[in-house]
């Protein structure tokens, strides 16, 4: 993740979309999503005209792979409907490329689309309503994990289809809790716990850390993660109303601010301005003795120091208990006013389903679907096992207009609150009243 030079607070990119939006597939981009027809011979030989559905996307690598997978296999059982993949690069200028392409009236048929925007580009009404072609599918909040419904969903209605998905844990370096005399098969589960580990794992030469045990805010530390797992909420499911102030998750931020100040936060602000990534990343060279961070991350071990000896385990609470965590990911919207309505959905279907989402989701990632992720075998990997445990319990960010508002103030509370440039409840004050101050608009 991308790091400011001082705490570390990662510019907002979604963290399932970091590894897959770089180089263009061999399609030819076009402006938008006519349809035109052809003829193909049907599954009984007869010949019928056939509908090409183009999807946007920003694929490379082993996701690109397995898409063009899921293309295939859903042509040869759908015949008359051929998906032309066009690649889009993943930005700002993309996304109001995508805007314009709505705005004008020719849009692709489907896109490729982090649901983290789902809330505010619903709430333009530019994207086309799924909820009563998914119930005519079968398709239903039970058919995934809660959170990636949850986040699909906006105002009581279906507007994406939930793809790959994500968690966040805590890394740890087992080699280092052997080293000063902690359990490495019994890492910390309670606040206290974690505490007294990162304070035995820390060894400081002045202002300097030589090791540091560890930085709550560090990579995936959001105050997303410890305000959930301190037993707190960002919003009132009831009235919508933004509630980042909630005592609980005041506590969070209070325990951070906290932390900083018992190990200097210009010193540990020194330490992450210098830390790299990568084969560098202080995790995977030492310097580091525990991290939250998500699943994409077992992949960087594997490439850049494969004998690494860690662990992973749910986020610490407060109590020992209550684990949970927070998810994001990526999902296919057909956006307002696509030509070729009827024809997306028979693939957002497929990919909705056990097939599609096996085909999309092997040997890359984790399913939306429990039943998926059941047949990829990670009950049989230690580390991917806890990142699969989690997710019947893991949060969604709220699905708000203004939801890169919210990220960005609770981001700068943070850091205000770590540096003590106010205290942790006012700056939480002050973000529960600036976002819930730029959702009336969308009340009126």
Known sequence: MRKSRKIVFPVWVSVLSISILATACSSTPTTGGTTSTSTATDAKGGQGSVSTVTMWHGLTSIDLENMNKVVKTFEEKNPTIKIKMVYTESSEGSDQKLLTAVAGGNPPDIAYFDRFKVGSWAAQDSLTDLSAMAAGAGINKDSYYPFAWDESSYKGKLYAIPLGTDSRLLFYNKDHFKEVGLDPNNPPKTIAELEAAAEKLTS?????????????????????????????????????KITA?????????????????KYNVEDIAGFTSAAGADEMDPFISGQISMKISGNWTVAGIKKF???????????????GTDFTTWSGGMSLIIPKGAKNTESAWKFLEFLGKEEGQYLLNANSGMSVIDSVNAKFGYKD?????????????SHNRPVIPEGQLLWNELASATEKATRSNGTPKENLDKVTETVNKALEKYNK
């Not at 102030?245 to 100040?261: C, H, I, R, S, Y």
């Open 204 to 240: 400081k030469d002045g202002k300097r850390f030589k090791r540091i045990g560890f930085i709550p805010w560090y990579s995936q530390g959001w105050l997303y993660g410890w305000g959930w797992s301190f037993g707190g909420d960002f919003q009132n499911k009831s009235t919508g």
């Open 245 to 261: 102030n909630d005592p609980k998750v005041v506590e969070a931020l209070q325990w951070m601010t906290d932390f900083g100040k």
């Open 305 to 319: 120091k494969p004998d690494l000896n860690y662990g992973v385990t749910p986020i610490p609470t407060p109590t």
């Open 381 to 393: 990997d230690p580390i991917m096992k806890e990142f699969v445990s989690i997710l019947p319990n």
